[in-house]
C-alpha cells in the first residue's frame, strides 16, 4: 500500500526519492509522485528567497511512468518527500496521486492512511475560500496547513494534526522554509533514518537502508522535524523528546531477481533455505527442544498460560489455522484464531493468562495492529512472529520472534507461509516441552523439521510437471480445493494464491462441508483440488473425492503416498515427500504455489503485482 520517502541533507533529492519510491514499489500501489523545493539564495532567517519553485512530479502507473516523464528530475534541490499511493478515496490518477499541495503551491503533503473527518474539514475549509483539485482525503491536510501557516511550518503542522482524526504517516515541506521536512505519525508506521550529514524518512525502513541503518521508529502522535544539519523529535503538546536512535540490523539480503522471471517464482524456490533460517540456532537436538530467544524473557509467563489467541489477515491467517492444529496438538493450550479485522468485535474476556500471538509478514497489516492494541488494552500478553524486522507490528508486541526469511517482494506470500508454519511448530514444541511432550516426541519433530529442506527441494525439481498439469486445468474459470484437519487450512491458502494472482475463482473447504453446499456446484467444467496425505483422514477424504466424480467432477489430487485408491479416483497426481502429519502441510502447499504461478503466468497475469492488492496493507 501506500509508501512515504523523505530526503534532507546536502545531496540530490530527486534521485534518493526515486530510488527510495522504488523500493517501496513491492507494497503495491497505482501512482507515484515527488515534490523538491528547488535551491536557491537563502534570505534572512534561513527562509528562502520568495518565489523559489515548489516542483512538483506525479504520475498514474508505475515510478518508471515518473521517470519517463523526465519533468523536474534534474532540478537541483536537496530536500523533498515523495510518496506511493494505493488509491482509498478517489481514483488511481494523477491529480489524485500526491503529494497534494494547497492553494498557493507551496505546502506539499503526502499521506498513508486515512483522514475520517475529512469531509467536514474540507467543507469548512471551502467556505474559507481554499479550492480543492483532486478528490484526496490529504488534500485537507495541505490545505489546513496553509490555514494555520504565520511563518512556522512546525507550529502550522501541530495545529493542523489536532483537527485530524483517523490514522496517518504525514511529510509536509514548504517552499519558503529552507531544507525542513516534518513527519507526523498516528497509527501509520513512519522511521526516521539518521544518515551522515543527513536525515530521511519513510513508512517503512526498508527504504532507508541504502543510506544509513540508524533509524528512530516514531511512537502515535510524535513529530519529528528534519533540517538539514540537526533534527529533533516532539510530542503533539510540543514537548522535546529523547528517542533512542536503533541499528537496525538486517541480514544483506538480495533483492533482485536472481534470474528468475518474477519474484514469486524465486521466493517459492527460496523456501528451503528460508525454512533454514527459521529454524537456524532455534533448536537443541539433544533436548528435543526448541529455543526461541525473542520468547525467553516471557517465557514463565508463557508456561503458564491457558489460552492462546492467534491474530492475523490472508495468507498469514491461514498459517494461523494451521497453527491451531499444531498448539493443540503439542500443547494443553486452549487455541483460538480469529481474522484481526474481527477480533476488536468479539467479546472476549483477555487477562494476563491470555495470550494473543500475532502472525504479520510486513509487520505493518492495520487490522493486526489494531487487534494488538486491543488485545494490550484488555492485558493480555501479545506476542508477533513477524518478517520485516524493526516494523510497528515488532515495536508493540511485547515478545516476538522474526522470521529470518528474507525480503518477501511478490504480493503472493509464499515463503513466508511456510516460515510461519514452522516457527509455530517450533513455539508449540518449546511450551509442549514444559506439558506433556516427551523426549522421543520432540526429537521426532525437530528431526522432521530437519529433513524439510531437502524435502522441499525435491518438490522443486519437479517443478515442470507442475507447470504440464497447470497448463491442462488453466482453462477452468472455478476451483474447489479440499483438505480436512492440518490440510483444511492447506486448501484455503492454496486457493487463496489462485485467486490472487490468477483472478481465477477458487473456494477453500473443509472436504468434510463439500456435502453441505459446494458439492451442488460440481460437473466436469468445476475441478477439485484434492489435499489427501495418507494420515488419519485418508479414507474420508476419498470418499468426498468419490462425491465429486459421481458428478463428473475433475481431481487433481497432492498426496505424499502411493495409494491405488486415490490414484484412480484423480484425474491427475501430484506426489510430494512424506513428513509427519503436523509438517505435511508445508511440503504440500508447495505443489499448490506452482500451480497458481503457472496458471497465472499462462494467463498473462501481473503476477508480482496482482491487480487492487498491496504488499502491506496499512488501512484498516
Ligand atoms: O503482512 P501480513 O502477513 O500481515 O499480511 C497479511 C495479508 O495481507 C497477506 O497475507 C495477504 O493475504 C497476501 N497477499 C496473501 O498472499
Redesign the pocket.
Known sequence: MCGIICYCGKKQAIPILINGLKRLEYRGYDSAGFAVVENGAIGKNGRNNKNRRNIVVKAKGRVDHLEKKKIGLDVDATFGIAHTRWATHGKPSQVNAHPQTDCANKISVVHNGIIENYLELKEELMAKGHVFKSETDTEVIAHLVEEYFEDDLEIAVLKAVERLSGTFGIAVIHADIDHQVIIVKRGSPMVVGIGDKEYLAASDSNALTPYTKKMIYLSDDEIAVLNSDEYHIKNLRNETLEKKIEILETRDYKVDKRGFEHYMLKEIFEQPVSIENAMRGRIIESEGVSKLGGLEPVLDRLKNTRQLIIV?????YYAGLLGRYIFEHLTELNIEVELASEFRYRRLKLDEDVAVLA???????AD?LAAIKEAKRKGALVLGIVNAVGTAITQITDAGVYNHAGPEIG???TK?YTSQLVIQTLMALLIGRYQGVSFIEGSEIINALIRLPDQVREILKNADQIKEIAHKYSRYKNFLYIGRLFNYPTAMEGA??LK?ISYIHAEGYAAGEMKHGPISLIDRNFPTVAIVPDDLTLDKMISNMQEIKARNGKILSVTNANVPQVEKISNDIIVVPRTIPILQPILNIIPLQLFAYYIAKEKGRDIDKPRN?A???TVE
Open positions: 492475523s489477515c490472508g495468507t498469514s502472525l504479520s509478514q510486513s509487520g505493518e497489516t493486526t504480493v503472493a506470500s513466508i487463496l494464491k490472487e492488492l504488499k502491506s496493507v
